[in-house]
C-alpha cells in the first residue's frame, strides 16, 4: 500500500513539474519588458529538473509616469550675463563703437498649445547696457535697458506625440525694442534717447530629446521693422538691412514638471536711420548696428 502511495505521489509531482515548464516556454512576457533568467531547483527525487523561469525588471507601467518630451504648457524665467556690441555713425561728425559686458539680465516667457496644432506664447526680455564717456566725449544718460516684449502665433503641421524625439513649429510674431541713439547736444557733448520699434517676426523652433529627461532647443527669426517712435517732437524713421535673433539650449526636466535649462542667445539689428527734432532740435542720420549675446540659467515649469 505504501509503494502504491509513493507511486502516487510521484506522478502527481512529476505532472505539476512538468506543467510548469511548459507555462515557462510557452508564456509570452509583457510588451516593454526586460526578461531576466533565474535558476529554480524543484526536486521530487532522483534525478533534480532545472525550471527557467521569467523575472520582471521595473518600468513605467504607462507614458503618464514618464516625462512628456513636447509640454503642453509651459512657463520660465532666467537670469544671466550679457555682451554689448554698439556702433553708430553720423556722417561728417563722429562713428562710435562701444562694447560691454552687463549684467544682470532677466527675460520671462510662458505659452501654451491651444489646439493640436495652434499655440500662443509671450515673451519678454530686459538687457542692461552702458555707454561710458571718454577723454573727447561727454555722455548723457549713459545707463540704460533694452527691453523687448511680444508675442507669437505657434503653428506645426502635426500635433506631438508622447513617444516622438523631435517637434517643430512655425513662428509669426509681433515684437516691441527699446534702442538707443546718441543725439548731439554740441560739439563735444552727446545724449542717450530710447527709440520704440515694432517689428514683425517670421521664424521656426525646434525641440529634440536626446534622453529621457533631457531635451535641447533651438529657434532663429527674422525680423522687420513696421513702425518707430522717439522722445516726444522728433521724428525719427527706420530703413532696416538686417534683423534676426537665434537661441540654443539645454534643458532637464524633473519627474514633478520643474525644468532648469542653460540657454545662449545672439540678437543682431542693422539699420539705417533719420532723426529730427526732439529736445535738442537735431538733425541727423546714419546707420546703427546692435549685436547683443546673452547666456542664461532658465527655471520654470511644464505640463
Known sequence: MVKYFSIFISLILMSTAVEAANQAITQVPPENTAIKPRMVNVSYGDPRINIIEEAEEPSYSSHSEAPL???????QLGVGVSHMSYA???????????????????????????????????????????IKSSRTMQMLNGDFHIERIGMELLYRAHPATVDQVWDCALKLGIHQHDFPLLVPVNNVILSRQLNSVRSLSVGVSSHKRIAEQWRVEGSARYLHPLTAQSDPGALFE???????????????????????????MAEWYDYAYNYSGGQYNATIHGYQNIFLTTLELRMGVEF
Request: charged content about 10%; overall charge neutral; aromatic content about 16%.
Open 238 to 264: 527706420l530703413t532696416p538691412h538686417f534683423s534676426a535673433d537665434a537661441v540654443f539650449g539645454i534643458l532637464y526636466r524633473t519627474l514633478n514638471y520643474k525644468s532648469i535649462g542653460l540657454y545662449a
Open 69 to 75: 518630451f513636447s509640454p503642453l504648457v509651459w512657463a
Open 88 to 130: 553708430q555713425s553720423i556722417p561728417n561728425y563722429f562713428h562710435l563703437g562701444v562694447n560691454n559686458d552687463q549684467g544682470p539680465t532677466w527675460s520671462g516667457r510662458v505659452g501654451g498649445w491651444l489646439h493640436a496644432q495652434w499655440g500662443l506664447q509671450a515673451e519678454y526680455r530686459s538687457i542692461p547696457a552702458e
